[in-house]
């Protein structure tokens, strides 16, 4: 082997070498790109979409909505059950609106077919 075709193996050597390090760091500044536009979007992007996350509040201030959720519960059926008492007195009242109702029907229909059985008689007749 001559002095020429060992600098043109040592060359290629060097070379292939070279590349193969320059494709290593390309991957690396690619993949440290990417890593930079996901902190990016979770950073800046990711609330705007999503909105911000509340911080965790903390077991006082839980228990504290939690106590005022159930006084709204209890009150809510303490309405509910007043409601109740009193439905009887109007459901009566309801009662005889329908029957009040049902009677000035009957009497309109008997007026009605009254007239249409003078007329179907007179008719008849004539």
Known sequence: MTHKQQYLYWYLFLFVVLTNIKF??????????????LMFFQ???EPVLF????????LEDLISEMNEG?????????????QLRQQPEQSNY?????????SEIST???LLLSRLMMNYCLTRDG
Request: without cysteine; positive net charge.
């Open 24 to 37: 290593i760091m390309n991957t690396n500044v690619l993949y440290m790109n990417q890593g930079q536009k």
């Open 108 to 110: 309109v229909k008997g």
């Open 70 to 82: 159930i006084k709204k519960v209890h009150a809510d059926l303490e309405r509910i059950g007043d």
């Open 94 to 102: 309801a009662s005889k609106q329908i029957q009040e109702l049902k």
């Open 43 to 45: 950073k800046f992007v």
């Open 51 to 58: 909105g911000i996350k509340e911080k965790q509040k903390s």
